[in-house]
């Protein structure tokens, strides 16, 4: 059976490395993305009979494409559409983490929350509720802490569940302003038509809307030329806003 494909994605110096290791073990070798300098690491588990290659992604702040780290990350779990995208979080700076959650959580439905350094935020008298927090945001809500592998079976049981399709997520849509929510009605219509479901619309009508271009050359570089064909028979300009 294949193997399973786990993104981690996550702010840095979430722990993320630790958990890449505390999950691979030896079973990793590294690189760079393609056609990047930014380096790639990638490694092996298995779990139930199950293989899973783990990918960790570059660790940034949010996942537009201010930084080639950003790029990388971004057009991973656009483009790659990994199994699992797991959102590596600090326990102790939960809200600041949440940023880069929610953007995942408009990327993909295939999403696990990881909320790590357990012990310190214990340590520092922070408690989290991780079943309301689940319950609010849609999404399975996993804590631990990698250093000392806390949690880490609950955490790869919902990752098989989720990539199994046992579980099935369902991120809550942030709603924008009302004349915001209007354009993004206007424009998913016309990228469903381009892209079919392919990719998630709402997300990249939200970036048209922000001018973020940048999406054009990412979908161009990632779609086939067959892909595109309605899209460039209707005319990109019709898709511009
Ligand atoms: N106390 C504690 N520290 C951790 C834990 N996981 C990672 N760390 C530490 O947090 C720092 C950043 O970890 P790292 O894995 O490099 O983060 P990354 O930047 O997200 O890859 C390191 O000093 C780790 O030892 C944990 O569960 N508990
Ligand atoms: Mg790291």
Same mark, same amino acid.
């Given at each position: 059976?294949?193997?399973?494909?786990?993104?981690?994605?996550?702010?840095?110096?979430?722990?993320?490395?630790?958990?890449?290791?505390?999950?691979?073990?030896?079973?990793?070798?590294?690189?760079?993305?393609?056609?990047?300098?930014?380096? !790639?690491?990638?490694?092996?588990?298995?779990?139930?009979?199950?293989?899973?290659?783990?990918?960790?992604?570059?660790?940034?702040? +949010?996942?537009?494409?201010?930084?080639?780290?950003?790029?990388?990350?971004?057009?991973?779990?656009?483009?790659? $559409?990994?199994?699992?995208?797991?959102?590596?979080?600090?326990?102790?700076?939960?809200?600041?983490?949440?940023?880069?959650?929610?953007?995942?959580?408009?990327?993909?439905?295939?999403?696990?929350?990881?909320?790590?350094?357990?012990?310190?935020? !214990?340590?520092?008298?922070?408690?989290?509720?991780?079943?309301?927090?689940?319950?609010?945001?849609?999404?399975?809500?996993?804590?631990?802490?990698?250093?000392? $592998?806390?949690?880490?079976?609950?955490?790869? $049981?919902?990752?098989?569940?989720?990539?199994?399709?046992?579980?099935?997520?369902?991120?809550?849509?942030?709603?924008?302003?009302?004349?915001?929510?209007?354009?993004?009605?206007?424009?998913?219509?016309?990228?469903?038509?381009?892209?079919?479901?392919?990719?998630? +619309?709402?997300?990249?009508?939200?970036?048209?809307?922000?001018?973020?271009?940048?999406?054009?050359?990412?979908?161009? $570089? @990632?779609?086939?030329?067959?892909?595109?064909?309605?899209?460039?028979?209707?005319?990109? +300009?019709?898709?511009? @806003?």
């Amino acid at each position: 059976m294949a193997s399973y494909r786990v993104a981690l994605a996550g702010n840095p110096n979430t722990g993320k490395s630790t958990l890449f290791n505390a999950l691979t073990g030896l079973r990793q070798h590294t690189g760079n993305w393609a056609g990047k300098t930014v380096l !790639r690491a990638e490694g092996q588990y298995e779990f139930e009979q199950q293989s899973y290659t783990v990918i960790d992604l570059p660790g940034t702040y +949010s996942l537009f494409s201010n930084s080639t780290d950003e790029e990388v990350a971004r057009d991973y779990i656009i483009f790659d $559409k990994p199994d699992v995208t797991l959102v590596v979080l600090d326990a102790t700076a939960l809200e600041r983490n949440m940023n880069l959650a929610l953007q995942v959580m408009e990327m993909t439905s295939n999403v696990v929350l990881c909320i790590n350094l357990m012990d310190e935020a !214990r340590r520092l008298g922070i408690s989290i509720d991780a079943p309301k927090l689940a319950d609010k945001l849609g999404v399975p809500v996993v804590k631990i802490s990698a250093r000392s $592998k806390e949690g880490i079976h609950e955490l790869l $049981k919902v990752i098989h569940q989720v990539a199994a399709g046992v579980l099935k997520p369902t991120p809550r849509a942030i709603t924008y302003s009302p004349e915001i929510e209007q354009k993004i009605q206007e424009i998913v219509p016309e990228i469903k038509n381009a892209f079919g479901n392919a990719y998630p +619309s709402r997300w990249i009508a939200l970036r048209l809307i922000e001018g973020d271009d940048s999406i054009w050359n990412a979908l161009e $570089k @990632y779609t086939s030329v067959e892909d595109r064909k309605d899209w460039v028979l209707d005319g990109q +300009s019709s898709l511009h @806003y």
